[in-house]
């Protein structure tokens, strides 16, 4: 049985998938925020592809959690996490550069990967396993390279395609800066009804 009896809780498939796809929702919205910064929209290239794949990324996250929550038997959630939807909006109200900005994009890409990591661990299924998996490391890509780029001469500017004297001045931190982490963290991952539809 899919479904929950009235006054019954979700079945857990329904529980994560719903928070999932609020964060993912959640998302959305920050990097469309972002993508109408000024800094963001007169500033680096590099900056303004990864806002704009990104996004591309989370909305498709978000409808693929939607979907495969409807086939579990639940409603999907169109609304952003409500633990987090209005800090997030107040911090990007507040944004004036973009290490503040890629720093708080850090920050959801983390907090995305972890849960997805976590959720990994409780599915029942191989297809939602896959489905968890799968997000969390395209989540976990996203952080990496919003790392690195902190770490590139003029925001990555001039090292899209490094030549000579430009190669050698790409810091040596830049080789290991998307990885901080052996083993993705969970401990604070999105409770599993944190976004669900109420």
């Given at each position: 049985m899919t479904g929950a009896?009235?006054?019954?809780?979700?079945?857990?498939?329904?529980?994560?998938l719903q928070t999932a796809a609020s964060l993912e929702n959640l998302a959305v919205q920050s990097y469309t925020t972002a993508a109408g910064l000024p800094f963001v929209v007169r500033g680096n290239a590099r900056l303004r592809a990864l806002v704009a794949r990104n996004r591309?990324?989370?909305l498709a996250h978000a409808q693929a959690f939607n979907q495969a929550v409807v086939r579990a038997g639940g409603a999907p959630q169109h609304a952003a996490d409500p633990l987090y939807a209005a800090t997030v909006s107040s911090r990007l109200a507040a944004m004036t550069d973009p290490d503040s900005l890629v720093s708080l994009l850090t920050e959801l890409e983390g907090n995305n990967a972890g849960t997805c990591t976590r959720y990994a661990s409780l599915a029942e299924h191989g297809g939602l396993r896959s489905l968890f998996v799968n997000v969390a490391s395209v989540e976990a890509q996203h952080g990496a390279e919003l790392l690195i780029l902190r770490t590139l001469p003029d925001d990555g500017a001039t090292a899209a395609h490094p030549r000579g004297a430009t190669?050698?001045?790409?810091?040596?931190?830049?080789?290991?800066?998307?990885?901080?982490?052996?083993?993705?963290?969970?401990?604070?991952?999105?409770?599993?009804?944190?976004?669900?539809v109420r």
């Open positions: 009896s009235r006054g019954s809780q979700p079945p857990l498939a329904v529980l994560v591309a990324h989370h190669a050698r001045a790409v810091p040596a931190a830049a080789a290991t800066a998307g990885v901080p982490h052996a083993v993705y963290p969970t401990a604070s991952a999105s409770a599993i009804n944190e976004g669900a």
